[in-house]
Structure formats: C-alpha cells, structure tokens
C-alpha cells in the first residue's frame, strides 16, 4: 500500500516536472545566444567555397594527366617508332697510326714523347689531329682519291635526321664530319686513333683509308718541308759564296786581258833582273872607262863609253819606272808594282772567296745528312677495320633515356605546379 502511494505521489508531481524543464528549453536558447553575441565576430565565409574546391581539384588532374601524356607518353611513343623503324645503322671504322722518323729520341724508348726530346714527332701528330677535324682534309680526300665524303652521308635509304643534302658545300660539312668522326692523341703512346661512323661497313672502311692516304700525304708534305728548310739556308750560303767566288775570278781575268800579264811575280821577276843585267853593264863600262881615263883622258874611246853608259843609264830609269815610281807616293802611271798590288788584292778576294765557297759546300753536306736523319713517315699500326655488326643506335638503351629523362622532367614540373597551387590556394 505504501508503496502504492508513493507511486501516486510521483504521478502526481510529472507534470510539473515536465513543465519546469519545458521553462529551463526556452530559457537556453537565450542564453547560448547571449553567449554567441559575446564573443568576437568572425569574417563570413563565402558561400560557395565547399562547391568550388572539388571542381579545382578535378581540373589540376586532368592538366597532370594531359600533362603527362605529352610530356612523357608522346616522347616515348614517339623514340619507339623512331629506333625501331625510322633509324638508320651505323657502322663504325677504326684504325691507329703514328708518325715515326728515322731518328728518335732516347727518352722516346723510355715512352717520354712529350718531353722537348721528342717533340718533333709529338708535334708532327698534333699537327695530323687538327687536320683530320678540319675542313681540309675532305677536299684533299676528293682531289687526292676522287671520293666525295658528302655523298656516303646524302643517300636516300638513310634516315631524315642524319642524312644530308650531297650539294651543301664543305664549310657547312664540317661541323657534321666533327660528329660522325673522332681522333685522339695518345702523348705517351704517340699513337692517334681515328674513328669514324657511316651507314655501312664498307663506306665508313672507305672513308678511314682515304683519312690515312690524305694523313700519310701530309706527313711526307710535313717532312719534306723539315728536310727543305734546314737545307734551304746551307744552300743560299753555297749560292752566295759561289757567285762571289766568280766575281773575284772574273776581276782577275780582267786584269790578266787588259795588262796582258798572266803573272805578275813572274813578270816582276823579269824586269828586275833586266834592270840588274843593266846596272851590271854600266858598272862595267864606268870601269873601263876609269881604267882608260887614267892612262888616256882625251882617248876617243873615253868618249865612246861615255856615250854607251850615258844609254845604259837612261835604260836604268826607263826599267826602274816599268818597276815603281821611285817615290812613297801613289801614282796613276802603270807599274810593276802597282799591278803586283791589284793582282795581290785581287789573288787575295779569290782566294777568301775559294775558301768560303768550300766552307759553304761543307755545310750543305752536314745539313742534307742531318736532314735525312729527321724525316718523319707514317706508321700504320691498325689498318682500317671492316665492321661485322653495326654499333649505332642503341634502340633500347635510347628508348629507356627517353623515357627517364621525359618522366624526370614532367615530375619537376608537376612539383613546380603543386607548390604553386599550394602557395596560391
């Protein structure tokens, strides 16, 4: 029963208590209103923010997918069909050589070529490795063989990317010769390499052997010049010596026609022992005459001999003046003596002039001996190699570099973007 009642008792109280919490639900409402009107207001958000995020998000996908495709699928599809069946095989030559000469250094056994010891042959082969990267060579190979290098690289059945117009001329050539070629010089082996690729066997093995024809021909070229020059300055002396020589042997002759005197020493020697058999006589008369004089004064033979040594005497002087002027000063008259001193000078000129000529002689011998011992040859140490497989292009390997190298950079680009996007956003 008691608890009957109380059971009523709490019926009796719930609608009251309903009703409390009824006023306490109106009540809150306010409240929390009161309270949000407190706190500081906040800058309304636009209304389509939440809509438009999701479109964004799809467009920049999409961008990164077209993006891709033609950044990285294109290239590659696009490497496939080119080295699979566009690309032409190339075939590759080689062959090594060395310029050599008759004489070598001694620090050359040693494998010190690039030592001043050795450095004519050094030099020699950096002089052959320029010429075979230049222009030069392919019109020394068409003028020397009649092979026109141009053409093995213009042929229908090449591929558009290497092939080239056969009419260019060959300042234009050059730069394609440097790419299809390669040559090096080992400094302390002294061997150079040549390469060169074509677009098969037979032409890039051609084209090699018309390179060492043209580099061997240089070479001789090279030499012959060394050999010219030392030679060149031994024999200008010769020449010079010699036309002095037969100037002085002609002033000679000269002198020899127009005193019609062909020794003077021998004619010197004449004329003076004429001018002592003189002297000779007129000491014999002057003797008779003393001899007469004393025992007969006005004898008629005193007379004669007077007469005779009067000749004799003036014979003297006419043979003294043919000899000398009887004076220490010059004189323009013609005399022994003076004509013994032109000869003299003159004997003298040819005889320096005989001696320099052989001097000059000597040396040319000494230098077509020294130039002989530095001629320089071409050495062929591997001949031109005929290429039993092609070794260009590398289809696969070429392939996968365009395919890395295409994703690398299409990722940076895509980072680029994203980092954009972000600081953007």
């Known amino acids: 029963m008691e608890s009957t009642r109380n059971m009523d008792v709490g019926m009796e109280d719930f609608p009251k208590i309903e009703a409390e919490e009824s006023k306490k639900a109106v009540v809150k409402p306010a409240k929390a209103k009161k309270a949000t009107a407190d706190l500081p207001k906040r800058k309304a958000e636009p209304e389509f923010e939440f809509s438009t995020k999701p479109a964004s998000r799809r467009k920049f996908r999409s961008g990164s997918i077209i993006s891709f495709f033609l950044m990285v699928i294109m290239p590659f599809l696009t490497s496939v069909v080119y080295y699979t069946g566009i690309a032409s095989d190339q075939y590759r030559s080689e062959t090594l050589f060395s310029v050599r000469g008759t004489t ?28 075979i990267r230049s222009q030069q060579i392919v019109a020394d190979i068409l003028e020397q063989t009649g092979l026109d290098v141009r053409r093995k690289f213009a042929g229908h059945e090449i591929d558009w990317l290497y092939r080239i117009d056969r009419d260019n001329p060959i300042t234009k050539f050059v730069e394609y010769w440097r790419w299809m070629s390669a040559v090096e010089f080992n400094s302390t082996t002294g061997v150079i390499t040549f ?7 037979e032409d890039a093995q051609q084209i090699a052997k018309a390179v060492l024809k043209a580099s061997d021909k240089l070479v001789n070229t090279l030499s012959e010049n060394a050999k010219q020059q030392v030679i060149a300055s031994a024999a200008e002396e010769v020449r010079r010596t010699e036309e002095r020589l037969n ?26 022992s004429l001018l002592g058999e003189l002297q000779k006589q007129e000491l014999e008369l002057k003797a008779r005459r003393s001899s007469i004089a004393k025992m007969a004064a006005n004898s008629p033979i005193v007379k004669d001999l007077d007469s005779r040594i009067a000749v004799i005497q003036d014979q003297i002087e006419a043979q003294k ?6 004076t220490t000063t010059a004189s323009n008259a013609k005399n022994i003596s003076s004509l013994a001193t032109e000869f003299q000078q003159l004997l003298a000129a040819q005889e320096f002039a005989e001696k320099a000529f052989i001097a000059a002689q000597s040396a040319l011998e000494t230098a077509t001996q020294e130039a ?18 092609s070794m260009y292009p590398k289809r696969f390997a070429n392939i996968i570099m365009v395919l890395f190298g295409s994703f690398v950079i299409w990722l940076l680009a895509y980072l680029l973007a994203m980092s954009i996007r972000d600081h953007t956003r």
């Open 104 to 131: 070598t250094s001694p620090l050359a056994a040693l494998g010190m070529l690039s030592l001043p010891g050795a450095a004519a042959q050094s030099g020699d082969s950096y002089v052959v490795t320029e010429y």
């Open 321 to 326: 003046s043919k000899v000398g002027t009887g």
């Open 247 to 272: 100037e002085a042997r002609q002033a000679v002759e000269g002198l020899r026609n127009k005193e019609q005197i062909i020794d003077v020493t021998g004619t010197a020697q004449i004329e003076q």
């Open 195 to 201: 390469k060169v690729d074509a677009f098969s066997a």
């Open 372 to 389: 002989r011992k530095q001629e320089r040859y071409l050495a062929v140490v591997v001949e031109p190699t005929l290429a039993d497989y």
